[in-house]
Structure formats: C-alpha cells, structure tokens
C-alpha cells in the first residue's frame, strides 16, 4: 500500500490499513468512542499494544512517564527495555497550579513520599489531594508491576535531556507523551527524530485533527507544536499519519 505524499501535513489512515503499510499479519482493534470523549487508558492502550507487539522494539524512548501507565504497555506487550523522563516535581500549569492530581480518601493506599496539600475537611474526611506526576508516584505501576529492572527511569525536564549521550540511532522506538506546550513538543520531537534508529517507529500522544477535538488544550499544543518543526520532521520520515480514530499519531524514520 502507498501513501500520498504527506510532507504538507500527516495523513489520515484507517485502523485496517496500519498493518498493510507495515506488512504486519495482524489486525488492530476497533473502537467506536467518540473524539471528543476519549480516554487513554480505555481508548488508546490497546491499539498502543497491538503497536507495541507487532513492532516488537528492544530499546523504547518515553517522554512523559506519569505514573508509569505508558511504560507497562511497552513493557507487557515486547521484551524492550524503556528509557522514560519525567520532570522530578511534576507539571505546573500557567497559573502555577499543578497539571495532575487526585484526592486520596485512604492515604494508606498512597506511595510514601508524595507531594500532598490539604483543603480542609468534608463528610468524606480531609480532603487531602496529591500530585500525581512527581516524586513517588512517578512511575509508580511499573514498579509495582515488576517492571523496575527493565526500566531506566530520567528525572529531568525533558527540553534539558542531553540526548548526544546516547548513539545516533540507539533506541528502535520513541513515544511522545509529555509537557503538551508547543515548545516542549517540538524539542522532544527532534530529540525523538535524533535518537531513533533508521526504520524506527515514532509514536505522539494527543494528536488528532478531528474538528470536535480542536478545543482541547492537549490537542491544540500538540498539533502547534508539531507544526513548527515539520518541514524537518517529514523530510526524515518514511510515513507519517494519524491513526483514525485515536489521538495517535505515527511515524516511520526514513
């Protein structure tokens, strides 16, 4: 199967028509949610393993771990070993709120060592929430998965990752799932491009130019951030193309 030239901007291809662009004997599961309501981990993790498992890469690049939900997929579907980075003391918005986080009811249940506030009590008890993007919970379900010995975890915001550390080409494979600002895209997408080995596959998280997604800041700074670097993206890239539907973006280095 041959793609139209796609160097303006990615195409659009079909869930069908992923694994006869790539030869693969396999078929991607379908799922019927609609763009505007997606979710990752229900909508996204398992097109993201059937990925993951046809492709089979030994050396996976991350940006963005989280709690660690992104590297089991990898880690669950191939025998890779997953360099992943994530900023120490989580994601801060610009009005200095954070990015991510949740209430815990039963701080029990919560790694030691998180980043908490308190805001006061209700009928439910202190309403005590914790920041799910830094210090202990990063990472968190890899580890308690049994995944830690095949992880090399990075602390660090990624724009001050030193890249020129590893060989050209060193890792078969990179997912882009980190800070949603364009500046952050566009750096870790030429990171990304730069240590991605030749026939490597180039995943990006939040990209999807479906007209009812446009509203969505994750989405808006993907694609912005996706645009300034493209003309050097696509001229290094074998195929490029949005999975339709998901908010996946992917791409084959030249």
Not at 16 to 27: F, I, S
Not at 163 to 190: K, Q, T, W
Request: charged residues 25%.
């Amino acid at each position: 199967m041959n793609l139209p030239d796609f160097h303006q901007r990615p195409l659009a291809v079909t869930r069908a028509d992923v694994p006869k662009l790539m030869g693969w004997q396999v078929t991607l599961p379908e799922c019927r949610t609609p763009l505007d309501a997606w979710d990752m981990q229900r909508d996204d993790a398992p097109l993201l393993r059937s990925l993951f498992s046809s492709f089979r890469p030994r050396r996976h690049l991350e940006f963005g771990t989280w709690q660690g939900f992104g590297t089991c997929l990898c880690l669950e579907s191939c025998d890779a070993t997953v360099w992943t980075i994530n900023l120490p003391d989580g994601e801060t918005k610009s009005d200095g709120s954070w990015a991510y986080g949740e209430r815990v009811v039963d701080e029990k249940l919560s790694p030691p060592g998180a980043i908490a506030a308190n805001y006061g009590v209700d009928e439910l008890g202190p309403r005590t929430y914790h920041r799910t993007d830094a210090a202990s919970y990063i990472g968190r379900l890899y580890r308690e998965r049994g995944f830690g010995h095949r992880v090399c975890q990075i602390y660090c915001d990624t724009r001050q990752w030193d890249n020129s550390n590893y060989p050209a080409g060193f890792f078969d494979s990179a997912f882009i799932d980190g800070g949603h600002a364009p500046e952050v895209v566009a750096s870790d997408s030429r990171k990304a491009l730069q240590s991605v080995r030749s026939g490597g596959l180039m995943l990006w998280h939040d990209f999807c130019p479906a007209p009812e997604t446009r509203d969505f800041d994750s989405v808006r700074g993907v694609q912005d951030g996706l645009a300034f670097v493209w003309p050097e993206l696509s001229s290094q890239l074998q195929y490029c193309f949005w999975i339709n539907p998901s908010w996946l973006l992917m791409g084959i280095k030249r």
